[in-house]
């Protein structure tokens, strides 16, 4: 799956906006939810779940219609955190990053987990 620069770029602004929702779905008989994530604002919506999953090398599940939910982890959060990370190698800066020179994972959690609007089924 190729992810292009545009889709990490608009992924990282939307969630620097607070407009990256997390659906969390639990399943019957299964240990972890499944959790697709979405950004939303007035221009449309987009599933970046295939983006952080092919970023974070996340295990994925194929869901309805065709598409893929994170699976394998119950902190969503630190994968976020991890996307976050590895994108700021790829020169792809968060607002996080610009306004301090040192950081702590545990400040960047807690921005990722701040920044995301989280929904439970």
Partial sequence: MIITNETKERFVKMLDKGQIIVICASVINRKYPHF?????????????TPCVSYITDCKTIPVTGGEIAIAGTIDIVGVLQIALENLYDERIE?????????????????YCEEHICTFHL
């Avoid at 697709?36 to 970046?48: N, P, T």
């Avoid at 610009?98 to 545990?106: E, F, I």
């Fill in 94 to 110: 968060s607002s996080f990053f610009s306004d301090r020179n040192v950081y702590s994972t545990y400040q960047l959690y807690r």
């Fill in 36 to 48: 697709k994530i979405i950004g939303a604002d007035e221009s449309g919506r987009w599933d970046f």
